[in-house]
């Protein structure tokens, strides 16, 4: 069999000397939440197989339990490197739907909350270079508990309405990896477009010599255009003045290759591959501004579900695959909705030029229980800062559609904390503090709307003497201030042809038209509004592909073509006239 996941699942922070533990796992379930009493930790080996890194849930995980799975367990052995000796090891986990804790040779190693990114931790004291031991991974995932993040995942048994299959335990690769002990932990990339350069800030597991040195190196094709290094100290900026720079942009993603080395004296002690792109991201007014040129958010939602994986991509294809498909649609970008995207996913828009806003699963809680804000806010910080230096990420959205709100004080500190933190850690983009609903303070007011009548549809949004824009919520919303305005969710119009087969309860929004040719008209026209609406800078058709019971893609689930794609694509390539991007 071959090792499903094989590509390093961090391509902008590579180091060479790592191993793929994707593959067959053995697995048992913990009903009672009794295995640590019951000795589980100290496994070597349980009674059935998964194939890592696809969740239970999933057809290609092998098992396909689509019930409610509130406590598992993993098991696999692994081999350390002898040439590892003196290294650190640390053992990486792409994502854990929800709470992971490892064991190495019964010996806890860590826990971690957050079913949605990727987290390490160091097991160089629970291991021995040239040595074979059991790792074990307990998972804990009370989805219905209202007090975890879980977006689109079913809290019922079946699917149902907006809410699919669920995903438990391990879904994103998982992978060991040795480093330096004084190598680095982390960068933060920050391109400056005006400058001609970039600025990176290195985080360092340890900076407990003196003479270490921090270097980077820029390529742009094969040659060097940028090199520059500085002390090796916590927080120091290093500076890559570009020689003829040359900006990413939508359709053109010029990238530069970064070599990252921590040295001691004039001895490489730690090298990082990475990669940056040189692009600016601003609001003047109403206006989004990408590379100083004023942007409309041709945007489509995509929720990252596939049939076969659920949350997980079955390949690297599939990934590059699903942005190759908006294009060809004529979006030039994607809401990320409900779910946190892989690292590699992130990469292919990166490499092919499409433009993102990243967004939470935000569902599963309300922004006023306190429990579920602390997990929620713990794990948004981790969310920005491991995606942040993506250049095809242009806006952080922690929320979507915030309406159930008993607590209003409470849910806007809330979602006001979440927006502090996407500031905190990444000044350079702005924020849509929640999609849809009830805003709290936010760079880009976003509305959701579903009228199927283009004339309905242009009334609503039309301003007037007495309001500025329409809202979802004007009583518990903030007041908009001038903002960037984005209908973020429209359309999704439902068209499931007979001869496709028919999924029982399947649904869209609005009355499903009675021909292909009442479909293309109607989600024309209700383009047409919203290109012809001088205070709207971007749209979010409604969906991507289909998602089971879900029926309004501009694709079918399993992402074969629906529609006359050059007919889709003359609706979604246009733009409006002030708009140069």
Same mark, same amino acid.
């Given at each position: ?6 590509? !390093? ?54 098992? /396909? ?10 098991? %696999?052995?692994?081999?350390? #490197? ?8 640390? +053992? ?36 021995? #270079? ?6 074990? +991974? ?10 975890? #993040? ?7 048994? $079946? ?6 299959? *669920? ?16 190598? +680095? ?23 407990? %010599?003196?003479?270490?040195?921090? *270097? ?22 290093? &500076? ?29 002690? $730690? ?42 991509? @079955? ?14 649609? /004529?979006?030039?970008?994607?809401? +990320?909705?409900?779910?946190?995207? &892989?690292?590699?996913? !992130? ?24 429990? =579920? ?14 995606? %942040?230096? !993506? ?56 509305? !959701? ?34 903002? @960037?305005?984005?209908? $973020? ?30 479909? =293309? ?6 383009? $047409? ?53």
């Amino acid at each position: 069999m071959s090792m499903p996941r094989p590509e !390093h699942p961090r391509p902008q922070f590579q180091r060479p000397a790592w191993i793929n533990l994707n593959g067959p796992w053995t697995f048992t379930f913990d009903p009672g939440r009794s295995g640590r009493e019951r000795g589980l930790a100290d496994s070597r080996g349980f009674d059935r197989e998964i194939l890592v890194p696809f969740c239970p849930e999933s057809q290609l995980s092998g098992v /396909g339990h689509t019930d409610f799975i509130e406590a598992m367990w993993y098991h %696999r052995r692994i081999e350390i #490197p002898a040439d590892w000796a003196g290294r650190n090891v640390l +053992l990486h986990v792409g994502g854990v739907d929800y709470e992971a804790e490892a064991y190495v040779d019964g010996r806890s190693a860590g826990v971690h909350y957050g079913g949605t990114v990727s987290f390490a931790m160091d097991i160089t004291a629970l291991v021995e #270079p040239g040595g074979t031991h059991d790792l074990v +991974l307990r998972v804990h995932d009370d989805t219905r508990s209202g007090r975890q #993040p879980g977006g689109k995942q079913s809290q019922a048994y $079946d699917s149902h309405g907006c809410f699919y299959t *669920r995903t438990t335990g391990i879904w994103q690769t998982v992978w060991l990896e040795a480093m330096d002990p004084r190598g +680095l932990a982390d960068v933060h990339i920050v391109p400056d477009l005006d400058g001609g350069r970039l600025l990176i800030t290195p985080t360092f597991r340890r900076t407990d %010599r003196k003479g270490l040195s921090f *270097r980077a190196t820029a390529r742009s094709g094969e040659a060097d255009v940028a090199r520059a290094a500085v002390s090796a100290t916590q927080g120091g900026t290093l &500076e890559l003045q570009l020689v003829d720079p040359v900006a990413w942009r939508p359709g053109q993603a010029h990238l530069y290759d970064l070599t990252l080395e921590v040295l001691n004296g004039e001895t490489v002690i $730690d090298r990082v591959g990475s990669y940056a792109g040189l692009r600016k991201v601003h609001i003047e007014g109403n206006r989004i501004y990408l590379n100083n040129r004023p942007l409309f958010f041709r945007s489509v939602l995509d929720q990252g579900f596939y049939p076969d994986g659920l949350w997980t991509a @079955p390949s690297d294809e599939a990934l590059r695959g699903d942005i190759e498909r908006s294009m060809a649609a /004529g979006f030039n970008g994607a809401r +990320l909705h409900q779910k946190v995207f &892989e690292e590699r996913f !992130h990469y292919w828009a990166d490499r092919l030029g499409y433009l993102t806003w990243a967004e939470s699963s935000s569902w599963g809680g309300v922004p006023s229980d306190v429990t =579920y804000s602390y997990s929620f806010l713990n794990e948004w910080r981790e969310i920005v800062r491991r995606s %942040r230096n !993506h250049p095809s990420i242009i806006a952080w959205t922690p929320f979507n559609e915030t309406c159930d709100i008993p607590d209003l004080p409470t849910h806007h500190r809330t979602q006001i904390a979440a927006y502090d933190i996407c500031k905190d850690l990444d000044p350079t983009r702005p924020v849509n503090d929640a999609s849809g609903y009830v805003h709290s303070h936010t760079d880009i007011f976003t509305v !959701h709307t579903y009228a199927q009548d283009p004339e309905a549809l242009r009334a609503d949004l039309t301003p007037t003497d007495t309001r500025p824009v329409w809202q979802n919520d004007p009583d518990r919303d903030a007041p908009y201030a001038g903002q @960037p305005y984005i209908v $973020d969710e429209y359309g999704g119009v439902k068209w499931n042809p007979a001869d496709a087969g028919r999924t029982e309860g399947s649904w869209g929004y609005g009355e499903t038209p009675r021909s292909l040719d009442e479909f =293309y008209d109607r989600i024309a026209a209700l383009t $047409d509004v919203l290109l012809g609406l001088e205070h709207i800078s971007g749209y979010t058709y409604t969906q991507l592909t289909d998602i089971e019971q879900e029926q309004n893609g501009v694709y079918f689930y399993d992402r074969s073509q629906k529609f006359d794609m050059a007919r889709i694509r003359g609706v979604f390539s246009r733009k409006p006239n002030w708009a140069e991007i």
